[in-house]
């Protein structure tokens, strides 16, 4: 198993803290998750919100100030009464109280961290329609933990202390962690179950948070893998747990941030599929494969899969290094056809989702984020 991103795994909690005589700041959801996953080390080796110099490390070079790397901003946007020197405690609207010592007030050029972490400014990507209604300025330093929140999905929290001593209870030392926003058809499973293969178990690890309009639902995604894995998985093999955070649609730079956080779960592997971490058109196909080439020191290993397919002359599902017939034999999974085929209420084709899966999907009036 490796050691935390940055060699400790980061622990800023302390329940005994007192926040009645200072002054309270309301902070919403994606903010409130990124505050546990700093107090509970999801995020290590950070400790707080980034100060000035790590920041633009990261929007420059990829890496923190001490050189470790690190591809997305963590920041906190706030224009108010607050200065440097202050306490002050954030307060989610999930219930997550926290204390913050402010560090740094900066300012900062959206129209660059749009570049720089989105590959573009265009306003109809989700990141950077995001960033555009940010405060003008943002804040660092350190925050602890006083108060976690309670939320829909909490019974499949797992805590990074949580998931390495399962890990361990299991005899796993090789794990490989799936990260999804989606719900699952034939293909991923094929991605899955390829990858397993030759690890000891994995860890599948579905965000849940802010997505784009026409992403599925977290309780359709978690709901559709309960019923994958009960059908279709050894019980001992793998793991079902959420991310709490948002998606940020940052492509290649996305892909590394996903890595850096599963390998502090524990993990020793990542699968990273095609267009991960996409939308749109933004990005290459393959950019957040490449990627992974510039950081030869992350510490944890990248496994890439390009295109599957099922082949009806094979039989199965197969991808372009194993599969010798021609095009006219494949039929490819694509999200959006899926998506369509429940739409309608049509069932999707055995060969493209399993039918428990399916079912699932199909009982939601809209399975859908508006």
């Given at each position: 198993?490796?050691?935390?991103?940055?060699?400790?795994?980061?622990?800023?909690?302390?329940?005994?803290?007192?926040?009645?005589?200072?002054?309270?700041?309301?902070?919403?959801?994606?903010?409130?998750?990124?505050?546990?996953?700093?107090?509970?080390?999801?995020?290590?080796?950070?400790?707080?919100?980034?100060?000035?110099?790590?920041?633009?490390?990261?929007?420059?070079?990829?890496?923190?100030?001490?050189?470790?790397?690190?591809?997305?901003?963590?920041?906190?946007?706030?224009?108010?009464?607050?200065?440097?020197?202050?306490?002050?405690?954030?307060?989610?609207?999930?219930?997550?109280?926290?204390?913050?010592?402010i560090e740094e007030i900066y300012s900062y050029d959206k129209k660059e961290y749009a570049e720089k972490?989105?590959?573009?400014?265009?306003?109809?990507?989700?990141?950077?329609?995001?960033?555009?209604?940010?405060?003008?300025?943002?804040?660092?330093?350190?925050?602890?933990?006083?108060?976690?929140?309670?939320?829909?999905?909490?019974?499949?929290?797992?805590?990074?202390?949580?998931?390495?001593?399962?890990?361990?209870?299991?005899?796993?030392?090789?794990?490989?962690?799936?990260?999804?926003?989606?719900?699952?058809?034939?293909?991923?499973?094929?991605?899955?179950?390829?990858?397993?293969?030759?690890?000891?178990?994995?860890?599948?690890?579905?965000?849940?948070?802010?997505?784009?309009?026409?992403?599925?639902?977290?309780?359709?995604?978690?709901?559709?893998?309960?019923?994958?894995?009960?059908?279709?998985?050894?019980?001992?093999?793998?793991?079902?747990?959420?991310?709490?955070?948002?998606?940020?649609?940052?492509?290649?730079?996305?892909?590394?941030?996903?890595?850096?956080?599963?390998?502090?779960?524990?993990?020793?592997?990542?699968?990273?599929?095609?267009?991960?971490?996409?939308?749109?058109?933004?990005?290459?196909?393959?950019?957040?494969?490449?990627?992974?080439?510039?950081?030869?020191d992350l510490g944890i290993t990248p496994i890439f899969f390009k295109?599957?397919?099922?082949?009806?002359?094979?039989?199965?599902?197969?991808?372009?290094?194993?599969?010798?017939?021609?095009?006219?034999?494949?039929?490819?999974?694509?999200?959006?056809?899926?998506?369509?085929?429940?739409?309608?209420?049509?069932?999707?084709?055995?060969?493209?989702?399993?039918?428990?899966?399916?079912?699932?999907?199909?009982?939601?009036?809209?399975?859908?984020?508006?």
């Amino acid at each position: 198993m490796p050691a935390p991103h940055g060699g400790k795994l980061i622990r800023r909690v302390d329940g005994n803290k007192n926040i009645d005589d200072i002054e309270k700041i309301k902070v919403s959801r994606d903010l409130a998750h990124d505050l546990e996953n700093i107090a509970y080390g999801v995020f290590s080796p950070l400790e707080g919100f980034m100060c000035r110099e790590d920041f633009e490390s990261v929007l420059h070079h990829m890496r923190l100030a001490n050189d470790l790397p690190w591809t997305i901003p963590i920041v906190f946007d706030f224009d108010d009464s607050i200065k440097e020197g202050d306490e002050v405690a954030l307060v989610g609207e999930n219930g997550t109280v926290a204390i913050m010592n402010i560090e740094e007030i900066y300012s900062y050029d959206k129209k660059e961290y749009a570049e720089k972490v989105f590959r573009t400014t265009d306003i109809a990507h989700p990141g950077v329609k995001k960033l555009t209604e940010m405060k003008e300025k943002l804040v660092g330093g350190k925050i602890t933990l006083v108060k976690e929140g309670k939320e829909e999905f909490d019974k499949y929290y797992l805590k990074p202390y949580e998931t390495r001593i399962l890990f361990k209870e299991k005899g796993w030392r090789d794990i490989v962690a799936f990260q999804t926003r989606n719900v699952p058809h034939i293909g991923h499973e094929y991605v899955q179950k390829t990858a397993l293969t030759f690890v000891d178990g994995i860890f599948i690890n579905p965000i849940i948070g802010k997505k784009k309009k026409g992403d599925f639902k977290d309780e359709v995604i978690l709901k559709a893998y309960d019923a994958l894995i009960e059908h279709y998985y050894l019980k001992d093999r793998a793991v079902l747990a959420i991310l709490k955070t948002e998606m940020r649609y940052a492509g290649p730079r996305e892909a590394i941030f996903h890595a850096i956080v599963r390998k502090n779960f524990g993990c020793t592997h990542f699968i990273v599929g095609r267009d991960h971490a996409g939308v749109g058109n933004y990005y290459g196909p393959y950019d957040a494969h490449e990627i992974f080439n510039e950081f030869p020191d992350l510490g944890i290993t990248p496994i890439f899969f390009k295109s599957f397919f099922y082949c009806k002359k094979c039989g199965g599902v197969v991808n372009e290094k194993i599969c010798p017939h021609d095009k006219e034999h494949h039929v490819y999974y694509s999200g959006t056809a899926i998506r369509k085929m429940l739409m309608n209420g049509e069932m999707p084709p055995e060969t493209m989702m399993r039918k428990e899966v399916a079912e699932i999907i199909m009982s939601y009036d809209n399975p859908f984020v508006d």
